[in-house]
């Protein structure tokens, strides 16, 4: 059977074929397609964004659509940056500098705490729809450290890791990541519907 992943994100879609090929899915993305297609994430919610993208595709297409979208939680800063994580302070601005300026944020914050989510859309073009989330919970940490990883992982700390997920090779990080969480109910509920 067929999935396609409503991303042009070569990492994800990586992370996407090392789990779903091995079970049988033959697995293409946005990459694959002759045309560019945009699709713009207005929603409210982590799970909103992810169903847009694979509902537009399953429609258009015909064809069953995941999606993802994801980002970091703090909650001494009101949940942010949240949906809005690829886009704080500019989506094109580094992220050394997005870090920094959040540790300057959370220089007097006595509650660290903040978490990574993922929602992951499943669409078939009947119009069934389903959404599997998966977190990861760590603290904001006092400074940037760690080569590997992207994002916001040089800032949160793991504490079963003792530290940042930036400072550990990346497939431990992908062991215990909200991604890798939110597709392991993914593929539970692919085999579970064969
Ligand atoms: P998305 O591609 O729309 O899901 O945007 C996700 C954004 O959230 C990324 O650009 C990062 O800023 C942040 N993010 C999501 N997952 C991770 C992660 O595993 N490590 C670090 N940052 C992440």
Same mark, same amino acid.
């Given at each position: 059977?067929?999935?396609?992943?409503?991303?042009?994100?070569?990492?994800?879609?990586?992370?996407?074929?090392?789990?779903?090929?091995?079970? /049988?899915? !033959? +697995?293409?993305? *946005? #990459?694959?397609?002759?045309?560019?297609?945009?699709?713009?994430?207005? %929603? $409210?919610?982590?799970?909103?964004?992810?169903?847009?993208?694979?509902?537009?595709?399953?429609?258009?297409?015909?064809?069953?659509?995941?999606?993802?979208?994801? /980002?970091? !939680? +703090?909650?001494? *800063? #009101?949940?942010?940056?949240?949906?809005?994580?690829?886009?704080?302070? %500019? $989506?094109?601005?580094?992220?050394?500098?997005?870090?920094?300026?959040?540790?300057?944020?959370?220089?007097?914050?006595?509650?660290?705490?903040?978490?990574?989510?993922?929602?992951?859309?499943?669409?078939?073009?009947?119009?069934?729809?389903?959404?599997?989330?998966?977190?990861?919970?760590?603290?904001?940490?006092?400074?940037?450290?760690?080569?590997?990883?992207?994002?916001?992982?040089?800032?949160?700390?793991?504490?079963?890791?003792?530290?940042?997920?930036?400072?550990?090779?990346?497939?431990?990080?992908?062991?215990?990541?909200?991604?890798?969480?939110?597709?392991?109910?993914?593929?539970?509920?692919?085999?579970?519907?064969?």
């Amino acid at each position: 059977m067929n999935i396609f992943i409503a991303s042009a994100n070569k990492h994800k879609i990586e992370e996407f074929k090392e789990m779903l090929e091995p079970l /049988g899915y !033959e +697995i293409s993305s *946005l #990459n694959d397609l002759d045309e560019d297609i945009e699709i713009e994430e207005n %929603g $409210h919610s982590f799970e909103e964004n992810a169903l847009i993208k694979a509902r537009y595709i399953a429609k258009k297409f015909g064809i069953i659509a995941i999606s993802d979208d994801s /980002g970091l !939680e +703090i909650d001494a *800063l #009101n949940k942010q940056p949240g949906i809005y994580s690829a886009r704080f302070l %500019g $989506h094109d601005t580094s992220y050394d500098y997005k870090n920094l300026e959040i540790l300057k944020m959370m220089k007097d914050k006595k509650d660290r705490t903040c978490r990574f989510i993922c929602a992951i859309a499943l669409c078939y073009p009947d119009g069934k729809e389903y959404v599997f989330t998966g977190s990861i919970e760590g603290t904001v940490a006092y400074a940037i450290e760690g080569p590997n990883g992207f994002g916001y992982d040089p800032i949160f700390y793991y504490e079963p890791f003792k530290t940042t997920l930036a400072n550990v090779d990346p497939s431990k990080k992908n062991q215990v990541s909200h991604r890798h969480n939110a597709l392991v109910k993914l593929l539970e509920f692919l085999n579970e519907s064969k």
